[in-house]
């Protein structure tokens, strides 16, 4: 297949954009067969029509959506590239692409954007998937930033760097009528039902290490792998949840929820991975940076990123 025509798509995406061949025409002062001519040679080479009449207006087809949808991309990249290398940067408007866990705490997600979500000049893109689609999108330079609780494996030949963002201790949380008058550890969980996270996750291994110790057996309301999920059954009082405290930080602030106990030796850690850029996200360079790196901003559990190899 020849290569796109960039031209033809711009085109394109102009029509499509305002709706009206005639009015495109005259903004772009062009004459309207030359620009039919145009549109025509890409829906050519697409081998699918673009637009439908209706009327005056000019309508996209389901072809034409999906063009467009890839077009918006393509030129809002070429915009930012100019910003991204141009030596001005005057009334810059930054763009953030960040890859979030599907089981990740949303409350953690909102507290590592907060610096960034009202700031005018930045828009936040957020996209949610499975770890290893994530990285894929990380290192295909479509994400900036790949927030996730398991530390990805370590890979010479990937170039990922992992930065130690937060670590959270795990509680065990519920309504003040699954609590009760509380008790030790043994007391609640012989008392009442647990809301888990699936097996195989770091907080799961970590409490059936700990049930082990204690010779019991809890009985299980639920397991699930999303911790939004966990905090809303939480919340209906199916049970008690083991979660950092953050997954429920509205509810415990409430008094909706209160927090029966602590695991001394539990806890979940938070990572931001990023890949080593010659131009890197200055708005994410701004969120991950440490103590020591001259940042006015503060994170509370911090410590060297690795980098694989």
Do not use: C
Not at 2 to 25: E, I, K, M, P, Q
Not at 111 to 121: G, I, K, T, W
Not at 277 to 302: E, H, K, Q, W, Y
């Amino acid at each position: 297949m020849a290569r796109l025509n960039y031209n033809h798509l711009r085109y394109f995406w102009a029509v499509a954009h305002d709706g009206n061949l005639t009015r495109t025409a005259q903004r772009l002062n062009v004459s309207q067969s030359a620009l039919s001519v145009q549109i025509g040679k890409l829906e050519a080479q697409l081998g699918h029509t673009l637009f439908e009449r209706s009327g005056r207006q000019l309508l996209l087809t389901e072809a034409g959506r999906i063009a467009l949808d890839h077009a918006d991309v393509i030129f809002a990249a070429g915009d930012e590239l100019l910003g991204t290398l141009s030596e001005t940067g005057t009334g810059r408007r930054f763009v953030l692409r960040v890859g979030a866990l599907a089981t990740l705490s949303r409350n953690f997600q909102i507290d590592f954007l907060r610096p960034v979500v009202r700031r005018e000049d930045v828009e936040v893109v957020v996209r949610s998937g499975a770890l290893g689609d994530l990285l894929q999108s990380l290192q295909a330079h479509q994400l900036d930033v790949v927030l996730t609780n398991v530390m990805p494996a370590r890979d010479a030949a990937t170039p990922l760097i992992a930065h130690r963002i937060d670590e959270q201790t795990v509680s065990l949380v519920g309504t003040p009528d699954r609590v009760g008058a509380g008790g030790s550890l043994r007391d609640l969980l012989e008392r009442a039902p647990v809301i888990l996270p699936t097996p195989g996750s770091a907080i799961r291994t970590g409490f059936d290490a700990i049930a082990d110790r204690l010779d019991i057996r809890p009985r299980i309301a639920a397991e699930v792998d999303d911790m939004a999920m966990i905090r809303l059954l939480a919340r209906e009082g199916a049970g008690l949840a083991v979660v950092p405290p953050i997954v429920v930080k509205d509810e415990l602030a409430a008094g909706t929820m209160v927090e029966a106990q602590t695991f001394a030796r539990l806890s979940e850690t938070f990572y931001a991975v990023t890949l080593a850029r010659r131009f890197p996200n200055p708005v994410l360079r701004a969120l991950i940076a440490g103590p020591d790196d001259g940042s006015s901003m503060s994170r509370p559990a911090r410590d060297a990123s690795w980098r694989p190899g």
